[in-house]
């Protein structure tokens, strides 16, 4: 299929975006950028170039990242076996500072630099930075896994205020000075919810919530959080969508007007989401 558009196409495609350009200007959106997005490096560049556009167009992205699979990658190199545990990472002393040189490490300056690559500012920051993701232990038999007491934004703030992108690892710390290994969905639902942005936006490798696991095209493309028990006891909400979901309404309920679960393995989906009438993913109100 020939993709090339018209300048009358690409104007008119601009035209039915300005809705959604001037909703979002000036505004706060928070991208928990996981999957498949951030192994596949032409995805990256697709992902990275998505949010470089939103911010020259006034948008304020907040981009949240994990990155188990580098993380477990990393372990093996080192010999060293990755224990879960309810699907959460078992994480002793050296897994953490192993989680802590990765993800504040490696894939931050390698995100910072693909979006200063693509026209962008950014600045990389952890949960540490600023003490901004207070943490303590979770469950005893997981280590340091942990479960986020407070979050101070200010460090996130400053650097909006600045003009850059904020790139956030998923790391807390405690008063002690020890740092914790913090699930990227719960990081970025609590730093939505406490910035009040307008949108939290989650990037999967599943397209949404779907009637029929089965079917793409059973897509549910809104829910509202008042109906997220029933779809639970139906059978619709399941297995690793539950803490997903969880995070989803745990954002609404903290503030956060809109939570998108889209597909990361499309191109752009942050885009299609964003700025198009048709969306991509589900949509929790």
Known sequence: MDEKLTNAQRAKVLIEALPYIQRYNNKIIVV???GNAMI??????????????LSLIGVKVVLVHG??????????KMGKETQFIDGLRVTDKDTAEVVQMVLAGKISKN???????????????????????????????????????????????????????????????????????????TAASRI???LKAESLVSMTDISGLLRDRNDPKSLIPVVNVSEASQLVREGVISGGMIPKVDCCIEAIRRGVKRVFI????????????????????????
């Open 40 to 53: 596949n490096n032409e995805l990256k560049r697709a992902v990275m170039g998505d949010i470089v556009l």
């Open 262 to 285: 889209i597909d990361g393995r499309v191109p752009h989906s942050i885009l299609i989401e964003t700025l198009t009438d048709e969306g991509i993913g589900t949509m929790f109100l």
């Open 192 to 194: 939505a919810g406490t």
């Open 32 to 34: 928990k950028y996981g």
């Open 67 to 76: 990155g188990g699979p580098e993380i477990s990658d990393t372990l093996s």
């Open 111 to 185: 995100l910072v630099s693909l979006i200063g690559n693509m026209g962008g500012r950014a600045i990389g920051l952890s949960g540490m930075d600023g003490h901004m993701i207070e943490a303590e232990k979770l469950r005893d038999e997981l280590g340091y896994v942990g479960e986020i007491v407070n979050i101070d934004p200010r460090p996130i703030l400053d650097v909006l205020d600045k003009g850059y992108i904020p790139v956030v690892s998923s790391i807390g710390c405690d008063k002690e000075g020890n740092s914790y290994n913090i699930n990227a969905d």
